[in-house]
């Protein structure tokens, strides 16, 4: 006796279909959980978010006065001719490729230390100045900052004070160093303008032997700077508490047109006698701005002190970028070495302020041409790529909505955004918005 069992084809199937379904709940029962499902997806940066909201506007009159980059008077990015002639110079010499050292390029270091500091500056003469390449402005405010978190003796906890406001990537830079950002007054909303004698009162308040970030020229995101009066009572203040000043600056020469006089704070502070830490970058004065190169310089008691300095410096540097590149660090050095190229480039960055200010005044003239009889002085009293118009966040939405202007929600307009052939109708939008 046999037992003959026949199944029909579709019960064969939904046991085939059954025992692949068991096999595949078991292998994603014993698979883990992707190791990176509880990272959070993180906010995204407000400059570019403008520019996003800037790219999906299909309007013929939009303008973007979001973005910190320079732009010709045909809203174009502009490479400078002093730029093109050095990388010229350079193919021509046919270097190498090789490693820069840990510090960076020495042409590059000594010429950007001359070009911050001066050429007759004592500290340099007497072996006093420390000096190094970065990648650009925002890498020198790293390595300076670690700096600080590793050898600099705070006064209770590790805070570090920026004018109110300052650039936002600061407080993130500052907290990756293991350091608290704090505030000082510094911008009047009321007046559109310098809140000196708040920013005197903060300052006296704070501890002494504070590291305190002062913007050399053309504060960003303001466009307010103190006078040189007022730096000098700054100076003053800063030796009687004992203050570690921290320049950042990253607008030498694109501010005035004048790289003496946007490096006046900084050279008066070191000739009373102050030791600062000053960041310098080459984005917005040479146009290098994807060639990433910037400095940092400590100012230092000794010789024996700058080599201790600069060696510590070396130790923070090897683990976190080895070293800097080469290209830009030589376009730098080609410029600022070359009598013909440098003037050339003096001559380039004074275009590029003049045309800068000029905008300015174009702007507030547009104004009063629409009709507005507000005051709008602070546009003109402010200097560098950026003015705080005073526009609040309901004006600015409104720009964006019914008039096609994108700028960032605190006001900040990007002055290089403006031409000679859209502030006619960025200055009828911002009558609109205010009238």
Known sequence: GFCVITLCCDT??????????????????????????????????????????FRRDTSPVKINLGVGAYRDDNNKPFVLSSVRKAEEKILTANNDK????????????????????????????????????????????????????????????????????????????????????????????KTIGLNFQSMMDDLNELPNGSAVVFHACAHNPTGVDPTLSQWEAISKLSSEKSFVPFFDLAYQGFASGDCDRDAAALRLFVKDGHLPLVTQSYAKNMGLYGERIGALSVACDSPAEAKAIESQLKIIIRPMYSNPPIHGARIVSTILSDASLRS??????????????????????????????????????????????????????????????????DGRISVAGITSKNVDHLAKSIYEVTK
């Open 12 to 53: 064969m199937m939904s046991l085939t279909l059954l025992r692949s379904g068991l096999r595949s709940a078991a292998a994603t029962a014993a698979r883990p959980m992707s190791l990176w499902a509880s990272v959070p997806e993180g906010p995204p940066d407000p400059i570019f978010g403008v520019t996003e909201a």
């Open 344 to 409: 050339l480039w003096l001559q380039e960055v004074k275009t590029m302020a003049d045309r800068i200010n000029g905008m300015r005044r174009a702007l507030v003239d547009g104004l009063k041409r629409h009709g507005s009889k507000k005051d709008w002085s602070h546009i003109t009293n402010q200097i560098g790529m950026f003015c705080f118009s005073g526009l609040n966040p309901d004006q600015v939405a409104r720009l964006a909505s019914e008039f096609h202007v994108y700028l960032t929600k």
């Open 98 to 189: 090789e490693y820069a050292a840990i510090t960076g390029v020495d042409a590059f270091t000594k010429l950007s230390a001359k070009l911050a500091f001066g050429d007759a500056c004592p500290l340099i003469a007497d072996g006093k100045l420390v000096t190094v390449q970065t990648i650009s402005g925002t890498g020198a405010l790293r390595v300076g900052f670690e700096f600080l978190n590793r050898f600099h003796k705070f006064p209770g906890g590790k805070n570090l004070y920026f004018p109110n406001p300052t650039w936002g990537n600061h407080m993130a830079i500052a907290k990756d160093s293991s350091l608290t950002p704090k505030f000082y007054n510094y911008y009047d909303p």
